[in-house]
T-cell receptor
Framework: TQLLEQSPQFLSIQEGENLTVYCNSS?????LQWYRQEPGEGPVLLVT?????EVKKLKRLTFQFGDARKDSSLHITAAQPGDTGLYLC???????????FGGGTRVLVKP | DTEVTQTPKHLVMGMTNKKSLKCEQH?????MYWYKQKAKKPPELMFV???????INESVPSRFSPECPNSSLLNLHLHALQPEDSALYLC???????????????????FGPGTRLTVL
């Protein structure tokens, strides 16, 4: 059982459409990171969120950390083919020193 | 600079070979990690080094042997691997607050580009 559940597992959209990826847990996380990974490459950090209710924007990407710090979302506006990749959420639990990963969401943006 | 480098990029080895993967960071981070990632799966933690000492071994088989020669370098020595060990091996690093304590919860891990390992 994944401690962090990501949904959907796969998303295929046309260029210009919006998309949202969800990361949910029954556990409290003291911080949560979002990464984007391309095939054969390492995950690249997009953002770290640490405060419940926090919203961070990175150009067309908007990240939200739930008030209870149990869930997070990533919203992409006007997706582009360059947004294609595997999106991973990962978090540190309130007690613990290991990073827990979600199962990943594979995003395909078609031109 | 948030760069973690890994060499080689690709490695093909036989089951009787001995090889090593290398990882380097110059961010002053004192925690370094090895992960294994199979296709279409998230990374799985293998080892954690904190202040050059092994702090976590996730029950990894002894054919994988980590080494941390100094605070900037992390090696993974490979011997007598099996074909099912073929995967992307990722190194990561993060800041450590102080010796002997668990990592601060807010520490962000920065990943290297990985080594694609194929065991024949």
């Amino acid at each position: 059982t994944q401690l962090l559940e990501q949904s959907p597992q796969f998303l295929s959209i046309q260029e210009g459409e919006n998309l949202t990826v969800y990361c949910n847990s029954s556990s409290v996380f003291s911080s949560l990171q979002w990464y984007r990974q391309e095939p054969g490459e390492g995950p690249v950090l997009l953002v770290t969120v640490v405060t419940g209710g926090e919203v961070k924007k990175l150009k067309r990407l908007t990240f939200q950390f739930g008030d209870a710090r149990k869930d997070s979302s990533l919203h992409i506006t006007a997706a582009q083919p360059g947004d294609t990749g595997l999106y991973l959420c990962a978090g540190y639990k309130a007690a613990g020193n290991k990073l827990t990963f979600g199962g990943g969401t594979r995003v395909l943006v078609k031109p | 600079d948030t760069e973690v480098t890994q060499t080689p990029k690709h490695l093909v080895m036989g089951m009787t070979n001995k090889k090593s993967l290398k990882c380097e960071q110059h961010m002053g981070h004192r925690a370094m990690y090895w992960y294994k990632q199979k296709a279409k799966k998230p990374p799985e933690l293998m080892f954690v080094y904190s202040y050059e000492k092994l702090s976590i071994n996730e029950s990894v088989p002894s054919r994988f042997s980590p080494e941390c020669p100094n605070s900037s370098l992390l090696n993974l020595h490979l011997h007598a691997l099996q074909p099912e060990d073929s995967a992307l091996y990722l190194c990561a690093s993060s800041r450590v607050a102080s010796s002997g304590r668990t990592l601060e919860a807010k520490d962000t891990q920065y990943f290297g580009p990985g080594t694609r390992l194929t065991v024949l």
